[in-house]
């Protein structure tokens, strides 16, 4: 064989951006920095000259962009897992007797696993509505709907398809049936525009770490009926110490212990940085980039793209003839292009649309560029060329 | 799993060595020649050939029996063909050994 060893590696592709956006903006590590460059501005706590309340002014960044409040009722967790897992347990905790609750096929396992295990644990019913072209319908949801429902917790967009789900509707037809509706936006948030004021969730889920462009662990949710959720965890908030159970007044009533500053400056920092360049435009340019690679790769023998009309910048693809964790292997050590390979936490999602096995998932941000799609496309269409190449066995 | 760096990079004569012993699967035609190796119940090898960075995952029921396999597929193959023969010799006996771990306990054993 002829080949020479290669030392060089070419320039990194990210496209795991689904996962986690990279890079971040500059000026959000800037606002990272100077978080930490001061000491912590802890309102009823700690307080200073020049120092930022970060967790106040993030809310209120917050509030402006999803077009909805009050700020207060905007929650800062570790990420869409924990705000999912709080607002679930706390919803079946403030019932305090067994329902019945619906989900849909289309999602992550931040939403399967606390629902499964609520289940298990005979708390729950659970009713889980197939996708059909990739969303869930008003009328699913409807045909899974009995006396005894009382929560539906959705995905706003899929990721492993990306498609977003029309939940204003849905919304609007549990609201008027008095339905506990708990949106998981962790794959929309700064993605596509969500006007909360004209749709009437119980809750909103979001992350920073993704199309909100903060720093991992940090994330949140939009409450609108704080009093459906029970109160899970306790702490120190910097008020009304003297009493010995948490404080009802919101945030403080969700929210225990000491806040991750440079998380939440990082989330602010990432919102402004959107609202500056404009939602639209990131919008139009991941579309873009998501269209010109699955124009890249559509007609390529041996690949088969799962959804070839995403909402969403997410792009499933699957090459034949070779494993796709191999397949990310060789594209990440090779050719130093990084998408994200499995079953991306939705277990269901890939049971429906390749029996289970995963597939490869390319994701894009407004930081990748046209280029890198078609040198990435150019990557994978090697692999696939290869997949049929000798096995050799004892 | 575990991720090696060799003193000297993988050759093709390593994965001719290779697939005395499993499931060799090669794309020789990629950007870098890359391999991969199954041996059920043993081990799964991914790297690329000319490169000293190799990616080695065990499977779990038989990890103390298999820790081994790697460096023993390295250490065999410097002997050409009669490292084949040993190392096949060296494979029944941790077969033996698995068979005696996978055999249904009579019940007696204190």
Redesign the interface.
């Known amino acids: 064989m002829d080949h020479a060893p290669q030392d060089t590696q070419p320039p990194l592709i990210y496209l795991n951006n689904a996962a986690t956006t990279w890079p971040k903006p500059s000026e959000v590590l800037e606002e990272v920095a100077n978080c930490l460059r001061q000491p912590l501005h802890e309102p009823g706590r700690t307080t200073g000259n020049g120092s930022m309340d970060y967790p106040s002014a993030a809310r209120e960044a917050l509030a402006a962009f999803f077009h909805s409040g009050p700020a207060e009722n905007f929650i800062f967790t570790q990420n869409a897992t924990d705000s999912l897992n709080l607002l679930i347990h706390g919803f079946v905790k403030k019932t305090g007797m067994q329902f019945h609750a619906i989900t849909t096929e289309l999602e992550h396992n931040s939403v399967l696993r606390p629902l499964t295990t609520l289940e298990q644990e005979g708390a729950i019913t659970l009713s889980v509505v197939p996708f059909i072209d990739n969303t869930v319908s008003l009328a699913a949801i409807e045909k899974a709907i009995c006396s005894e429902t009382r929560l539906v917790v959705m995905t706003h967009g899929s990721n492993v398809l990306g498609s977003v789900q029309d939940i204003r509707p849905i919304a609007e037809y549990l609201h008027a049936n008095d339905i506990f509706f708990i949106v998981d936006g962790a794959q929309t948030a700064g993605h596509i525009p969500v006007d909360l004021s004209d749709i009437p969730v119980g809750a909103f889920v979001f992350t920073g770490h993704k199309a909100l462009f903060g720093i991992p662990g940090i994330g949140g949710f939009f409450i609108s009926e704080p009093d459906a959720i029970a109160i899970t965890r306790q702490g120190g908030t910097g008020t009304d110490s003297r009493t010995l159970t948490q404080p009802f007044e919101m945030p403080m009533r969700f929210e225990a212990g000491t806040h991750n500053y440079p998380g939440i400056a990082s989330l602010y920092a990432g919102i402004r940085f959107i609202t500056s360049i404009g939602q639209e435009a990131i919008e139009k340019k991941n579309t873009d980039l998501t269209r010109c690679f699955i124009r890249e790769l559509k007609d390529t023998q041996g690949i088969t793209i799962y959804n070839e009309k995403p909402d969403l910048p997410v792009v499933s693809f699957d090459i034949a003839g070779i494993d796709n964790h191999e397949a990310g292997f060789i594209l990440a050590r090779a050719y130093n292009v990084i998408m994200r390979t499995g079953l991306h936490c939705a277990p269901l999602v890939h049971e429906r649309i390749d029996g289970g096995k995963g597939c490869i998932r390319a994701s894009f941000s407004y930081f990748n560029t046209r280029d890198e799609c078609r040198v990435a496309a150019e990557a994978i269409r090697e692999v696939a060329w290869s997949a049929d190449s000798q096995v050799r066995s004892d | 799993m575990k991720e090696y760096v060799l003193d000297e ?1 993988l050759t ?1 004569g390593f994965l001719k060595f290779l ?16 391999f ?1 190796f199954e041996k059920e119940q043993f081990i799964s090898i ?1 790297g ?4 000293s ?1 190799v ?1 080695v995952r065990y499977k779990k029921e038989f990890q103390d029996l298999v820790a081994d396999y790697f460096h023993l597929l390295l250490y065999y193959e410097r002997e050409g063909e009669p490292g084949i023969a040993k190392l096949k010799g060296v494979e029944e006996s941790i077969r033996d050994k698995m068979k005696i771990r996978l055999a249904p306990s009579d019940g007696n054993s204190r």
């Open positions: 990079p093709e697939v005395n012993f499993g499931t060799v699967r090669s794309f020789e035609q990629l950007r870098k020649p890359y991969s991914k690329f050939l000319w490169e960075n990616e």
